[in-house]
């Protein structure tokens, strides 16, 4: 494997992924420390976070217990690094370039937990698709992964009903755009009100004054737990103050993403901490026979929507999670990835996950722009496309 090859092939891992697969509780994007011994109450509250936008994971205690995909195989199974590697073309073998779809013999399974994300929607009738989606979902839990005895998962502050009251209350508590910075951004980007009413996007006008109302409502400890604070004990969206909530089938939001209006800003995007539910906008896989326009971002979304065309947006190239695949039911998907390498490698990874499905792709230009007239240019995305400005 070549060191291109195996950069591509750790862009198209999911980390969260990897890590259930491996046996590890996962749970909102953290778990236990692989060392609990080290930590007070032997790390009663999870101290190891995972980033999917980066496909990394850390420990916040043990500054030695951090690294990539690779580095997480190799502190779980206790190995190699080429050893930790063979595992992963193993069990991930149908992710490396030139592999064919196998999805008669791939065996797999769908976590009850996985299922509960979803939005509601009746259960797909084409079996078909079903038996593909689940068969390229995740890997079940190897014999490895058994190897791996985990603590036992640290005891919820909230239920998850309760967690999701918290968020739907906070988003309630955001203003509309309107006649606000975030307007004057959106606006640059070629986004309008009819798009920001329908998505319902939402804004912080005034940060202190949300920073202690939500102090004086909730437990900071539970605040912290839910993903909205950070450990220092502040609301985390100081610096992303526009918000795009996730609305599921009924238009109701457990999941946001928060963006910087200011260009200066590291990294752009948060998203709320834990597991991206479903793409964004996923209304538009209603299960009628089309196509769908599948964006890397949000923001990318919202451009097709304000130009009426069916669109879905993932937070990122390895974002994408298989377990979706019942979703896409009856549609053929256009690949809208920005133009550039990270670009490139997540759509030959979606393409090898959507063949494996069943389900066809194309990818936005291929066979229609011969002379490359219409074609993004290098580095630019589907809103420098239609004409955005950052």
């Given amino acids: 494997m070549t060191e291109e090859e195996l950069k591509q092939f750790k862009a198209a891992l999911s980390i969260t992924t990897v890590a259930m697969d491996l046996g590890l509780p996962v749970v909102r994007g953290r778990c236990r420390c692989f060392f609990p011994t080290r930590h007070a109450h032997g790390d009663r509250t999870p101290s190891v976070s995972f980033s999917e936008e980066r496909g990394t994971f850390r420990c916040w205690v043990c500054d030695d217990v951090r690294g990539d995909v690779i580095s997480l195989v190799q502190f779980v199974k206790n190995c190699s690094f080429l050893e930790a590697?063979?595992?992963?073309?193993?069990?991930?073998?149908?992710?490396l370039r030139g592999a064919k779809p196998q999805v008669q013999n791939r065996i797999s399974t769908t976590s009850s937990a996985s299922a509960s994300t979803m939005p509601n929607r009746a259960p797909a009738s084409n079996v078909s698709l079903e038996q593909s989606a689940a068969l390229v979902a995740k890997t079940a839990v190897r014999d490895a992964a058994l190897e791996y005895r985990s603590p036992e998962p640290a005891k919820e502050l909230v239920s998850e009903d309760e967690r999701k009251k918290i968020i739907l209350s906070f988003l309630k508590m955001l203003s509309p755009v309107d006649k606000t910075p975030a307007a004057a951004y959106l606006a640059r980007r070629r986004i309008y009100k009819p798009i920001w009413d329908k998505m319902l996007l939402r804004t912080?006008?005034?940060?202190?004054?949300?920073?202690?109302?939500?102090?004086?409502?909730?437990?900071?400890?539970?605040?912290?737990?839910?993903?909205?604070?950070s450990e220092k004990g502040n609301l985390r969206y100081y610096k992303h103050p526009l918000f795009f909530p996730y609305l599921d089938t009924k238009r109701r939001s457990f999941y946001f993403q928060a963006r910087a209006i200011d260009s200066t800003v590291v990294p752009k995007e948060l998203n709320l901490r834990g597991t991206v539910p479903f793409p964004y906008n996923v209304s538009a896989l209603d299960e009628r026979p089309g196509w769908v326009y599948l964006c890397e971002g949000v923001v990318d979304t919202l451009t097709f929507l304000g130009q009426r065309i069916a669109a879905i947006g993932i937070p990122g190239v390895r974002?994408?999670?298989?377990?979706?695949?019942?979703?896409?039911?009856?549609?053929s998907v256009v690949l809208c990835l920005d133009k550039d390498e990270a670009g490139r490698s997540g759509t030959e990874y979606l393409q090898t996950v959507f063949a494996n499905a069943n389900i066809r792709t194309v990818v936005l230009g291929d066979g229609v722009d011969q002379f490359g007239k219409l074609s993004m240019k290098e580095g630019e995305d589907i809103n420098d496309w239609f004409g955005g400005k950052k």
């Fill in 85 to 95: 590697l063979n595992w992963l073309k193993e069990t991930y073998g149908f992710l």
């Fill in 204 to 229: 912080i006008t005034d940060y202190g004054a949300l920073n202690n109302k939500l102090k004086e409502t909730y437990d900071l400890e539970v605040l912290k737990y839910v993903g909205l604070f």
């Fill in 319 to 331: 974002s994408f999670k298989t377990e979706w695949l019942p979703l896409f039911k009856n549609k």
